[in-house]
Protein backbone atom coordinates (compact mmCIF):
# COMPACT_ATOMS: atom_id res chain seq x y z
CA UNK A 1 0.00 0.00 0.00
CA UNK A 2 0.62 3.79 -0.21
CA UNK A 3 2.73 3.92 3.25
CA UNK A 4 5.26 1.23 2.53
CA UNK A 5 5.80 3.37 -1.06
CA UNK A 6 6.53 6.24 0.51
CA UNK A 7 8.52 4.48 3.96
CA UNK A 8 10.95 3.09 1.26
CA UNK A 9 11.90 6.55 0.12
CA UNK A 10 13.44 7.41 3.53
CA UNK A 11 15.88 4.09 3.40
CA UNK A 12 19.53 5.34 4.19
CA UNK A 13 19.21 8.97 4.10
CA UNK A 14 16.83 9.45 1.10
CA UNK A 15 14.94 11.92 2.86
CA UNK A 16 17.67 14.32 3.04
CA UNK A 17 18.70 14.34 -0.34
CA UNK A 18 18.37 13.07 -3.82
CA UNK A 19 20.78 10.29 -4.85
CA UNK A 20 23.67 10.50 -6.98
CA UNK A 21 23.96 7.88 -8.52
CA UNK A 22 21.73 4.70 -10.67
CA UNK A 23 21.20 1.40 -8.91
CA UNK A 24 20.05 -1.94 -9.75
CA UNK A 25 17.17 -3.32 -6.98
CA UNK A 26 17.16 -7.21 -6.48
CA UNK A 27 14.92 -8.58 -4.25
CA UNK A 28 12.51 -10.82 -2.51
CA UNK A 29 8.95 -9.97 -0.51
CA UNK A 30 6.92 -12.19 1.40
CA UNK A 31 3.25 -11.61 2.25
CA UNK A 32 1.78 -13.83 5.36
CA UNK A 33 -1.41 -12.60 4.25
CA UNK A 34 -2.50 -11.12 0.91
CA UNK A 35 -5.54 -8.61 1.16
CA UNK A 36 -7.04 -5.36 -0.80
CA UNK A 37 -7.81 -2.60 2.38
CA UNK A 38 -7.94 -5.76 4.24
CA UNK A 39 -10.65 -7.77 2.45
CA UNK A 40 -9.27 -11.49 2.18
CA UNK A 41 -10.34 -14.37 -0.21
CA UNK A 42 -11.64 -17.42 1.15
CA UNK A 43 -8.44 -19.30 0.40
CA UNK A 44 -6.09 -16.39 2.71
CA UNK A 45 -3.92 -16.55 0.20
CA UNK A 46 0.21 -15.80 1.12
CA UNK A 47 2.71 -14.45 -1.35
CA UNK A 48 6.44 -14.40 -1.98
CA UNK A 49 7.42 -12.18 -4.84
CA UNK A 50 10.98 -12.08 -6.03
CA UNK A 51 11.64 -8.41 -7.62
CA UNK A 52 14.30 -6.71 -9.89
CA UNK A 53 14.30 -2.67 -10.43
CA UNK A 54 15.87 0.52 -11.53
CA UNK A 55 16.45 3.64 -9.79
CA UNK A 56 17.67 6.52 -11.26
CA UNK A 57 19.63 9.31 -10.32
CA UNK A 58 16.53 11.69 -11.48
CA UNK A 59 13.91 10.23 -8.98
CA UNK A 60 12.82 7.63 -12.30
CA UNK A 61 12.35 3.86 -11.46
CA UNK A 62 10.65 1.54 -12.92
CA UNK A 63 10.32 -2.03 -11.06
CA UNK A 64 8.99 -5.59 -11.74
CA UNK A 65 7.37 -7.65 -9.09
CA UNK A 66 6.93 -11.75 -9.92
CA UNK A 67 4.06 -13.06 -7.43
CA UNK A 68 3.69 -16.89 -6.25
CA UNK A 69 0.92 -17.24 -3.99
CA UNK A 70 0.08 -19.96 -1.70
CA UNK A 71 -2.71 -21.13 0.19
CA UNK A 72 -4.18 -24.74 1.52
CA UNK A 73 -5.49 -25.60 -2.14
CA UNK A 74 -2.31 -24.95 -4.38
CA UNK A 75 1.02 -23.14 -4.89
CA UNK A 76 1.50 -21.50 -7.74
CA UNK A 77 2.91 -18.01 -9.82
CA UNK A 78 -0.33 -15.85 -9.79
CA UNK A 79 0.86 -12.74 -11.54
CA UNK A 80 3.74 -10.36 -12.52
CA UNK A 81 3.43 -6.81 -11.43
CA UNK A 82 5.18 -3.66 -13.52
CA UNK A 83 5.87 -0.45 -11.56
CA UNK A 84 6.95 2.40 -12.94
CA UNK A 85 7.44 5.75 -11.66
CA UNK A 86 8.78 9.23 -9.99
CA UNK A 87 9.22 10.05 -6.45
CA UNK A 88 12.04 13.30 -5.12
CA UNK A 89 12.82 14.99 -1.73
CA UNK A 90 13.30 18.55 -1.83
CA UNK A 91 16.43 20.01 -0.92
CA UNK A 92 15.87 21.36 2.45
CA UNK A 93 13.91 17.57 3.23
CA UNK A 94 10.66 19.09 4.12
CA UNK A 95 8.95 17.61 1.43
CA UNK A 96 8.85 14.04 -0.43
CA UNK A 97 6.33 12.98 -2.99
CA UNK A 98 5.86 10.35 -5.28
CA UNK A 99 4.18 9.42 -8.38
CA UNK A 100 3.70 5.77 -10.11
CA UNK A 101 1.27 3.30 -12.43
CA UNK A 102 1.04 -0.14 -11.75
CA UNK A 103 0.42 -2.95 -14.57
CA UNK A 104 -0.88 -6.13 -13.13
CA UNK A 105 -0.40 -9.02 -15.53
CA UNK A 106 -2.49 -11.74 -13.57
CA UNK A 107 -2.57 -15.57 -14.80
CA UNK A 108 -5.94 -17.09 -15.61
CA UNK A 109 -8.20 -18.91 -13.01
CA UNK A 110 -6.43 -16.52 -10.10
CA UNK A 111 -8.80 -16.58 -7.06
CA UNK A 112 -7.87 -12.98 -5.85
CA UNK A 113 -10.18 -10.53 -4.36
CA UNK A 114 -7.69 -7.67 -5.92
CA UNK A 115 -7.49 -9.31 -9.14
CA UNK A 116 -9.57 -7.58 -11.21
CA UNK A 117 -7.96 -4.08 -10.53
CA UNK A 118 -5.88 -4.17 -14.35
CA UNK A 119 -3.65 -1.13 -13.34
CA UNK A 120 -3.17 1.32 -10.42
CA UNK A 121 -2.34 5.19 -11.02
CA UNK A 122 -1.18 7.23 -7.49
CA UNK A 123 0.67 10.25 -6.47
CA UNK A 124 1.15 11.42 -2.77
CA UNK A 125 2.98 14.14 -1.33
CA UNK A 126 4.47 14.54 2.52
CA UNK A 127 4.88 17.20 4.79
CA UNK A 128 8.41 16.14 6.55
CA UNK A 129 8.92 16.84 10.03
CA UNK A 130 10.24 16.33 13.47
CA UNK A 131 7.08 15.59 15.17
CA UNK A 132 5.51 13.34 12.28
CA UNK A 133 5.19 13.36 8.90
CA UNK A 134 1.97 14.18 7.36
CA UNK A 135 0.79 12.15 4.02
CA UNK A 136 -1.75 12.81 1.62
CA UNK A 137 -2.57 10.53 -1.77
CA UNK A 138 -4.53 9.99 -4.59
CA UNK A 139 -5.34 7.13 -6.69
CA UNK A 140 -7.27 5.70 -9.61
CA UNK A 141 -7.72 1.57 -9.95
CA UNK A 142 -8.80 0.90 -13.11
CA UNK A 143 -11.11 -2.87 -13.99
CA UNK A 144 -13.95 -2.83 -16.20
CA UNK A 145 -14.47 -0.04 -14.82
CA UNK A 146 -12.48 3.60 -12.80
CA UNK A 147 -12.67 3.57 -8.88
CA UNK A 148 -11.24 6.94 -7.36
CA UNK A 149 -9.69 6.46 -3.51
CA UNK A 150 -7.99 8.73 -1.30
CA UNK A 151 -5.55 8.19 1.64
CA UNK A 152 -3.88 10.34 4.20
CA UNK A 153 -1.60 9.34 7.27
CA UNK A 154 0.72 9.98 9.99
CA UNK A 155 4.45 8.40 10.58
CA UNK A 156 7.12 9.62 12.85
CA UNK A 157 10.40 7.85 11.73
CA UNK A 158 13.16 6.75 14.10
CA UNK A 159 16.43 6.17 12.61
CA UNK A 160 19.76 4.85 14.77
CA UNK A 161 22.85 5.21 13.06
CA UNK A 162 26.05 3.26 13.99
CA UNK A 163 24.77 0.03 14.31
CA UNK A 164 27.57 -2.88 13.79
CA UNK A 165 29.82 -0.11 12.40
CA UNK A 166 28.10 0.52 9.32
CA UNK A 167 24.69 -0.70 9.85
CA UNK A 168 21.52 1.77 10.23
CA UNK A 169 18.36 0.70 11.73
CA UNK A 170 15.31 2.79 11.00
CA UNK A 171 11.98 2.33 12.60
CA UNK A 172 8.74 4.29 11.14
CA UNK A 173 5.44 3.83 13.79
CA UNK A 174 2.79 4.96 11.33
CA UNK A 175 -1.10 5.21 11.19
CA UNK A 176 -3.07 5.49 7.66
CA UNK A 177 -6.46 5.40 6.50
CA UNK A 178 -8.12 4.65 3.07
CA UNK A 179 -11.07 6.02 1.20
CA UNK A 180 -12.34 4.85 -2.21
CA UNK A 181 -15.45 3.79 -4.28
CA UNK A 182 -17.36 0.17 -4.06
CA UNK A 183 -19.70 -1.15 -6.05
CA UNK A 184 -22.84 -3.14 -4.98
CA UNK A 185 -25.83 -4.60 -6.33
CA UNK A 186 -28.99 -4.52 -4.78
CA UNK A 187 -32.08 -6.91 -5.22
CA UNK A 188 -35.42 -5.95 -4.36
CA UNK A 189 -39.19 -7.77 -5.57
CA UNK A 190 -41.69 -6.21 -6.76
CA UNK A 191 -45.86 -7.50 -6.47
CA UNK A 192 -47.23 -8.71 -10.10
CA UNK A 193 -50.88 -8.31 -10.50
CA UNK A 194 -53.38 -9.74 -13.11
CA UNK A 195 -55.48 -7.20 -13.45
CA UNK A 196 -56.22 -6.54 -10.02
CA UNK A 197 -55.31 -10.02 -8.56
CA UNK A 198 -52.14 -11.08 -7.25
CA UNK A 199 -49.67 -13.35 -9.09
CA UNK A 200 -46.54 -12.84 -7.34
CA UNK A 201 -43.54 -11.26 -7.12
CA UNK A 202 -40.89 -10.20 -9.83
CA UNK A 203 -37.05 -9.54 -8.75
CA UNK A 204 -35.03 -6.30 -9.93
CA UNK A 205 -31.32 -6.07 -9.64
CA UNK A 206 -30.14 -2.80 -9.13
CA UNK A 207 -26.26 -2.06 -9.63
CA UNK A 208 -24.50 0.86 -7.46
CA UNK A 209 -21.09 2.74 -6.15
CA UNK A 210 -20.59 4.71 -3.17
CA UNK A 211 -17.44 6.36 -2.28
CA UNK A 212 -16.95 5.51 1.64
CA UNK A 213 -13.86 4.95 4.37
CA UNK A 214 -12.69 1.27 3.52
CA UNK A 215 -9.83 0.91 5.96
CA UNK A 216 -8.35 1.96 8.94
CA UNK A 217 -4.61 0.53 9.02
CA UNK A 218 -1.69 1.24 11.88
CA UNK A 219 1.96 -0.73 11.07
CA UNK A 220 5.54 -0.26 12.56
CA UNK A 221 8.26 -0.66 9.54
CA UNK A 222 11.65 -1.61 10.74
CA UNK A 223 14.62 -1.68 8.46
CA UNK A 224 18.24 -2.53 9.21
CA UNK A 225 20.58 -1.80 6.05
CA UNK A 226 24.23 -2.78 6.21
CA UNK A 227 25.74 -1.08 2.89
CA UNK A 228 24.11 -2.41 -0.13
CA UNK A 229 21.89 -4.60 1.61
CA UNK A 230 18.83 -3.82 3.46
CA UNK A 231 16.05 -5.84 5.66
CA UNK A 232 12.69 -4.88 6.06
CA UNK A 233 9.92 -6.16 8.17
CA UNK A 234 6.72 -4.63 8.30
CA UNK A 235 4.25 -5.77 10.65
CA UNK A 236 0.66 -4.63 10.10
CA UNK A 237 -3.43 -4.64 11.36
CA UNK A 238 -5.73 -3.35 9.11
CA UNK A 239 -9.26 -2.28 10.00
CA UNK A 240 -11.21 -3.36 6.73
CA UNK A 241 -14.76 -0.52 7.03
CA UNK A 242 -17.97 -0.37 5.00
CA UNK A 243 -17.10 -4.27 3.59
CA UNK A 244 -19.94 -5.48 1.88
CA UNK A 245 -18.98 -8.92 3.52
CA UNK A 246 -18.74 -9.09 6.81
CA UNK A 247 -15.14 -9.94 7.46
CA UNK A 248 -12.91 -9.49 10.77
CA UNK A 249 -9.73 -7.21 11.56
CA UNK A 250 -6.26 -8.72 9.89
CA UNK A 251 -2.51 -9.10 10.97
CA UNK A 252 -0.44 -9.68 8.52
CA UNK A 253 3.46 -8.77 7.70
CA UNK A 254 5.40 -8.08 5.03
CA UNK A 255 9.07 -8.47 4.80
CA UNK A 256 11.60 -7.59 2.36
CA UNK A 257 15.58 -8.85 1.36
CA UNK A 258 16.88 -6.63 -1.31
CA UNK A 259 20.46 -5.46 -2.22
CA UNK A 260 21.44 -2.09 -4.63
CA UNK A 261 23.95 -2.51 -6.79
Not at 60 to 71: E, K, Q
Not at 90 to 101: D, E, L, V
Not at 214 to 237: D, R
Request: glycine share 8%; hydrophobic share 40%; net charge positive.
Amino acid sequence: MLRYLVFLTFLTGAARAQDSAAHLLIGVTGNSGLNYYGRVDSLRSSAISPFIGVSLKNGLYINANFVFIHNRLESRYAATLVEGGYKFVNKKGTWAGNMSTTKFFYQDNIDLIQSAVKQFVTASITCLNKIANVTLGADVKFSDQADPGLQGGLDHIIRFGKVFQKGVIVIDPSAYLYAGTQRFTQTFYQQKNILIFPSGEEAFTKEGKQFSLLAYEVSLPVVFAYGKLQFILSPAYVMPQHAFTPTGNLFYVTSTVKVKI
